[in-house]
C-alpha cells in the first residue's frame, strides 16, 4: 500500500480496539519468565557451547603476538577464534570498526579473541591464560583538543555543513539583547538490562542467530555481509528484546563471535557480551560541546540562533546530530546551524534515543531559559512567543501538526507553574531550596517502509507476522490492537509474531518510527485480506463490514472462521511512504515540567515532581505510550543528574564500565510523574494517524531539570551531569 494521501476515514477511526489502554499481550510472559532473553534460549539448541570474548587490551595499535598455547589446553576448550582463524572479516555497513579486530586494534574492549568451551566457567578460565602482546599507538581520547581542528560535518555526505538563512552575525550584532554560553553533555551508555547476546547454530551453510536486535533486516544484511555469505543463508531470531535504547540497532561482536565460533567448534555457541565489556566493546552517545547565540528584541522575539555543536567519533563515524531541534523549533528570520566532527580513538560512537534531539535541547533550552531571565520573561511566555506554526527555514512548508503551545499552556495549568518564583533560591521547604523548571520537547517524525503477513485460521484466530521487533514498548499490544481493529476480531483472536527475519521485513525499532510505521504495515496486510475475504465470499468489498468477529454485507453476515475455511487465508503487504513528510514537517512535541529540591548545605538534588505534556499524533496505546514516556522522562533524570562516562585519556577507554559505577536512576530517585497527551491525530504520518512517543518523552526533560536546579539554588551548570559537587562550588558564588 502507497501512502501518498492524507490519510481518510478508515478503519483505525472506529477507535473500538486502538486508542484503549490496553495492559500489554506479553505482559504475562515478562512476569513469569516465559519472554526469554537471548542467551536464555535453552530451547534453541540445548547443545549450545558457550563462549567468551576477549576484549583488547589497547585502544589504538596492533596485535604483535597472540600465544593460544595455555589456553587451547586448558579443560573444555572446542575452539579459539581470532582474526587468523576468522579469515578477512569485512565491516559491516551499519558498523564503525570491524567487531572483530586485530593486528590492527581500532578501540579498547574490541573483540580480539572468542574462546569455546562446554561450559561458560571453562571458557571464562581459558580466555584469561591467553597472552596477547600490543604495540601501542598514540592515540586522540581528549574531545576539547581534537575538536580545535576538526572540520564541520553535515548531517550526511549530502547536507552543506552550515545551514544559514539571513544574517545571523548582523543580527546577531544588533539585537538588544544577548546570549552568548558554552554547554556540555558527556559520553553516555545506553546500559539496556539484557546485555548483547547471540546463540549461533549451522545447519550446513545456514546459519540461525537467536539474539537481541532492533533491526531485524539492517542486522540480517549485515552478518551476511561480514561473514562473506549470501543474506539468504541467514535467519535472525529475535521475539523478545530486554532493552536496546539504540545500542541494538546494530549486530555486535556477539551475534558474528558466536557464528564464526559455531562454525568453527562445529556445534552451536551462546555469547553474552560480558558487562564490563559491554560499554567499550559496543557503541555509547558521544559527547558534546555545544555554542548557543540568541539575540531577541525588548519584545522578547528571537531575532537571531545560532547553535553550533562539536563531538567525535572513530574514523569513518558520524556527528551527534545536536543542533537539528534548532533548525525546526522556534522562529526567527536570522539562524545558523553547525556541526563539527573530531576524530577519537575512542569507542564507537552513534544512536541513543533521541540522537541529536536529546544532548541538543540539554543545551538550547538551558539557554532559552537563560534568555528568558535577561528578558525578564516567564520561560512559558518566551516560547510561546517564539512558535512557529512553519518551517522556520521555509517558511512556505507548514508542520503537519504543531501544539507546542497547547503543550506548554496545559502543563503550566496543571503543574500550578503560577505558584513558581521566577526569583531564583527564593523557595525553602526546610533544608530544601525548591524550585521548577520547564523546557520544551521536540522529536521529529520519522516513517519506514514496513510490512506485515497476516492470516485467519478457521478457528477465526487471525496471526501477524512481521520482523518487527518489541524492545519492551508495548509492540506486541499495538499490533494486536491494529488486526483486532482492522479485521473486527476481539484482541484474544489475534495472535502477533515478531522479531523473525523469515517473516516480511518491517521498520523495526528505532528513531520512535515503530509504533506508527509498523502498525501501518500490519494495516496495510490487514486491508489487504479483508479483500481477500471478501472476494471468497463474493462480497462487494467497497460496503463489507468487518465486526464481532464476522463479515457483514448488505443481509449476509458470515463467521471469519468459516469464511478463512479449512486452508485459513492470508495476506502480505507493506505500508510503502510517499513523499508527504516532504510536503509538510511532521514532529512530535512536548512541554515538560519539573520541581526540584536542592539541599541548602549539601547540594544534593532530589526530583519532587515531574510532568510531561505530549502532542504526537494518535495515541495508540494510552497505558504503553504512557510507560514510554515516563521511562523516558527516567533516563532525562538520569542524563541531568548521573550519567557519565568518564574517560581515562591516558589509555582512551571509558572508565566506569559496568552497572555499579555507571549511575542510573533507581526507583528511589524518581518521584510522581505524570504524563498527558493531547488530542491529536495527524493525517500526514500514516493511515493509523499516529506518531511516536519513545524519544519525545526524553528530549527536553534533561533542561528543564537544570532549568528547576538554577531557579531552586540560584546556581547556573551548563556542565552535565549535574552533580552536588557543581552545584555547591557554584553556590559559593551565589549564596
Ligand atoms: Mo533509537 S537511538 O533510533 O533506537
Not at 552 to 565: D, T
Not at 571 to 590: H, P, R
Not at 593 to 622: K, Q, S
Amino acid at each position: 500500500m502507497k501512502f501518498d494521501q492524507p490519510a481518510g476515514q478508515n478503519p483505525i477511526d472506529q477507535l473500538k480496539v486502538i486508542g484503549k489502554p490496553t495492559n500489554r499481550i506479553d505482559g504475562k510472559f515478562k512476569t513469569t519468565g516465559t519472554a526469554p532473553y537471548a542467551y536464555e534460549r535453552h530451547d534453541a539448541a540445548p547443545d549450545a557451547a558457550y563462549g567468551y570474548v576477549v576484549g583488547a587490551g589497547i585502544a589504538k595499535g596492533r596485535i604483535t603476538a597472540m600465544d593460544l598455547t595455555a589456553a587451547k589446553a586448558a579443560p573444555g576448550v572446542l575452539a579459539i577464534v581470532t582474526a587468523d582463524t576468522a579469515g578477512p572479516l569485512v565491516k559491516g555497513d551499519f558498523n564503525t570498526a570491524k567487531l572483530l579486530g586485530g593486528p590492527a586494534i581500532d578501540h579498547y574492549h574490541q573483540a580480539v579473541a572468542l574462546v569455546v568451551a562446554e561450559t561458560f566457567e571453562q571458557a571464562r578460565a581459558a580466555a584469561a591464560l591467553i597472552r596477547v602482546d600490543y604495540a601501542r599507538d598514540k592515540g586522540r581520547f581528549d574531545l576539547d583538543t581534537a575538536l580545535k581542528t576538526a572540520p564541520l560535518k553535515g548531517d550526511d555526505d549530502k547536507a552543506p555543513p552550515v545551514h544559514r538563512v539571513g544574517d545571523f552575525e548582523k543580527a546577531f550584532a544588533a539585537a538588544p539583547i544577548k546570549l552568548d554560553a558554552l554547554y556540555e553533555t558527556p559520553d553516555q551508555s545506553h546500559a539496556m538490562m539484557e546485555p548483547h547476546a547471540s546463540i549461533a547454530s549451522w545447519a550446513g551453510d545456514k546459519l540461525t542467530l537467536w539474539t537481541s536486535n532492533q533491526m531485524i533486516a539492517w542486522g540480517k544484511g549485515d552478518v551476511a555481509k561480514t561473514l562473506g555469505i549470501p543474506k539468504d543463508d541467514v535467519r535472525l531470531i529475535s521475539p523478545y528484546i530486554g532493552g536496546g535504547f539504540g545500542g541494538k540497532l546494530f549486530v555486535r561482536a556477539d551475534a558474528i563471535l558466536a557464528a564464526l565460533g559455531a562454525k568453527q567448534a562445529g556445534r552451536p555457541v551462546k555469547v553474552a557480551l560480558q558487562r564490563p565489556l559491554m560499554i567499550n566493546n559496543t557503541t555509547h552517545r558521544p559527547a558534546t560541546r555545544q555554542r548557543i547565540r540568541l539575540g531577541a528584541g525588548e519584545d522578547g522575539k528571537l531575532t537571531a540562533i545560532a547553535h553550533e555543536s562539536g563531538s567525535g567519533d572513530l574514523p569513518g563515524g558520524g556527528p551527534e546530530t545536536a543542533v537539528s531541534q534548532t533548525r525546526l523549533l522556534y522562529a526567527g528570520a536570522n539562524r545558523l546551524t553547525s556541526m563539527r566532527l573530531a576524530v577519537l580513538d575512542l569507542p564507537e560512537g552513534n544512536a541513543m534515543r533521541a540522537p541529536g534531539e536529546a544532548p541538543g535541547l540539554m543545551a538550547l533550552e538551558v539557554a532559552m531559559d537563560e534568555m528568558a531571565e535577561k528578558l525578564n520573561m516567564d520561560p512559558v511566555q518566551f516560547r510561546i512567543v517564539n512558535d512557529t506554526q512553519v518551517d522556520p527555514e521555509k517558511p512556505g512548508r507548514k508542520f503537519s501538526q504543531r501544539q507546542l503551545v497547547e503543550c506548554l499552556r496545559m502543563g503550566a495549568d496543571k503543574f500550578g507553574w503560577s505558584q513558581r518564583n521566577a526569583k531564583p533560591r527564593s523557595v525553602r521547604d526546610g533544608r530544601w531550596l525548591v524550585g521548577m523548571g520547564v523546557a520544551s520537547g521536540f522529536r521529529n517524525n520519522i516513517t519506514m517502509k514496513s510490512g506485515a503477513r497476516v492470516g485467519i485460521d478457521k478457528k477465526g484466530m487471525v496471526t501477524v507476522a512481521t520482523d518487527m521487533t518489541d524492545i519492551g514498548t508495548g509492540t506486541y499490544t499495538i499490533i494486536a490492537q491494529t488486526a483486532a481493529e482492522v479485521m473486527g476480531v476481539p484482541l484474544e483472536k489475534v495472535n502477533v509474531l515478531l522479531g523473525d527475519s523469515s517473516f516480511p521485513v518491517a521498520a523495526g525499532s528505532g528513531g520512535q518510527w515503530g509504533a506508527n510505521s509498523s502498525t501501518a504495515g500490519v494495516y496495510a496486510a490487514c486491508m489487504k485480506l479483508r479483500e481477500a475475504v471478501a472476494q471468497k465470499l463474493g462480497f462487494n468489498s467497497a460496503d463489507v463490514e468487518f465486526a464481532d468477529g464476522k463479515v457483514r454485507s448488505g443481509n449476509r453476515s458470515v463467521p471469519l472462521a468459516q469464511a478463512a475455511g479449512d486452508a485459513g487465508l492470508s495476506a502480505e503487504d507493506s505500508i510503502e511512504f510517499g513523499d508527504l513528510a516532504k510536503k509538510e514537517q511532521q514532529s512530535t512535541f512536548a512541554g515538560h515540567f519539573v520541581e526540584v529540591g536542592v539541599d541548602a548545605y549539601t547540594g544534593e538534588i532530589r526530583i519532587r515532581r515531574m510532568l510531561a505534556v505530549c502532542a504526537a499524533g494518535r495515541i495508540l496505546n494510552p497505558k504503553s505510550a504512557r510507560s514510554q514516556v515516563i521511562g523516558a522522562m527516567t533516563m532525562g533524570v538520569g542524563a541531568a543528574l548521573m550519567e557519565e562516562l568518564a574517560i581515562d585519556k591516558r589509555f582512551g577507554f571509558f572508565v566506569n564500565h559496568d552497572l555499579a559505577s555507571y549511575e542510573v536512576p533507581v526507583h528511589a530517585d524518581i518521584p510522581h510523574q505524570e504524563v498527558i497527551f493531547l488530542e491529536e491525530v495527524d493525517p500526514m504520518s500514516s493511515p493509523m494517524k499516529a506518531k511516536g512517543v519513545g524519544e519525545l518523552g526524553l528530549c527536553g526533560v534533561g533542561a528543564a531539570i537544570a532549568n528547576a536546579i538554577y531557579n531552586a539554588s540560584g546556581v547556573r551548570i551548563r556542565e552535565y551531569p549535574i552533580t552536588l559537587d557543581k552545584v555547591i562550588a557554584g553556590t559559593a558564588m551565589v549564596a
